[in-house]
């Protein structure tokens, strides 16, 4: 089992930045690949940032270039930087873990989730 804690979400204003966490606990997950993923009110869960230990790390096409993943597993942690935010970013951001799966994009390929984090970017 593995256990996920976000935190760092907030609101700030367009053009602003946050640095989301996801701290896990109860196995270490730096075999896990792990995700972040969002869900704005009525919309689908959708892929932002992803990365298997070692690999190669993906991101939206809509945050590509203003995004950045990282991971500590030293410190079984994983970050989110976000700069030149946007209104449309506004969401619940939820990291997500799963030992070795088929598509790191792809939401429903992930067991574990954290309880989310709110991000509100103000125009």
Same mark, same amino acid.
């Given at each position: 089992?593995?256990?996920?804690?976000?935190?760092?979400?907030?609101?700030?204003?367009? =053009?602003?930045?946050?640095?989301?966490?996801?701290?896990?606990?109860?196995? +270490?997950?730096?075999?896990?690949?792990? =995700?972040?993923?969002?869900?704005?009110?009525?919309?689908?869960?959708?892929?932002?940032?992803?990365? $298997?230990?070692?690999?190669?790390? &993906?991101?939206?096409?809509?945050?590509?270039? $203003?995004? +950045?993943?990282?991971?500590?597993?030293?410190?079984?942690?994983?970050?989110?930087?976000?700069?030149?935010?946007?209104?449309?970013? +506004?969401?619940?951001?939820?990291?997500?873990?799963?030992?070795?799966?088929?598509? @790191?994009? @792809?939401?429903?390929? &992930? +067991?574990?989730?954290?309880?989310?984090?709110? @991000?509100? @970017?103000?125009?």
């Amino acid at each position: 089992q593995v256990q996920l804690v976000e935190s760092g979400g907030g609101l700030v204003q367009a =053009g602003g930045s946050l640095r989301l966490s996801c701290a896990a606990s109860g196995r +270490t997950f730096s075999s896990y690949a792990v =995700g972040w993923f969002r869900q704005a009110p009525g919309m689908e869960r959708e892929f932002v940032a992803a990365t $298997r230990n070692g690999g190669s790390t &993906y991101y939206a096409g809509s945050v590509k270039g $203003r995004f +950045t993943f990282s991971r500590d597993n030293a410190k079984n942690t994983v970050y989110l930087q976000m700069n030149s935010l946007k209104p449309e970013d +506004t969401a619940v951001y939820y990291c997500a873990a799963e030992r070795d799966p088929p598509r @790191v994009t @792809v939401h429903h390929m &992930y +067991t574990y989730w954290g309880q989310g984090t709110q @991000v509100t @970017v103000s125009s």
